[in-house]
Nanobody, 117 residues
Framework: QVQLVESGGGLVQPGGSLRLSCAAS????????MGWYRQAPGKERELVAQ?????????KYADSVKGRFTISRDNTKNMVYLQMNSLKPDDTAVYYC?????????WGKGTLVTVSL
């Protein structure tokens, strides 16, 4: 059972930046798909960014965050990151780390990001 722990959330003004981190309790393998999802109040959970499996490291982003957010992973440290720049109030949500190993999904408990004056 992989455990994921997110950190780095908080209150930030519009236009600001935050870096979220996700620590896995065990080794991350190249076959693992790593991602960040978010859920705003009253809305469904949505994919924000995903780092694919394999050595190529393909990434995909939600249209709403393209050019502003960057996902990265460090398998040697069992870590995944989400760099968020030019934050907007609409980015306010609980952000969840996800690890998909073959057909099994693992989730962290989430970290709250609030973008407000």
């Amino acid at each position: 059972q992989v455990q994921l722990v997110e950190s780095g959330g908080g209150l930030v003004q519009p236009g600001g930046s935050l870096r979220l981190s996700c620590a896995a309790s065990e080794r991350i393998f190249s076959v693992d798909v790593m991602g960040w999802y978010r859920q705003a109040p009253g809305k469904e959970r949505e994919l924000v960014a995903q780092f694919g499996s394999g050595g190529g490291g393909t990434t995909k982003y939600a249209d709403s965050v393209k050019g502003r957010f960057t996902i990265s992973r460090d398998n040697t440290k069992n870590m995944v990151y989400l760099q968020m720049n030019s934050l907007k109030p609409d980015d306010t949500a609980v952000y969840y780390c996800n690890l998909r190993r073959f057909t099994v999904d693992y989730w962290g408990k989430g970290t709250l990001v609030t973008v407000s004056l």
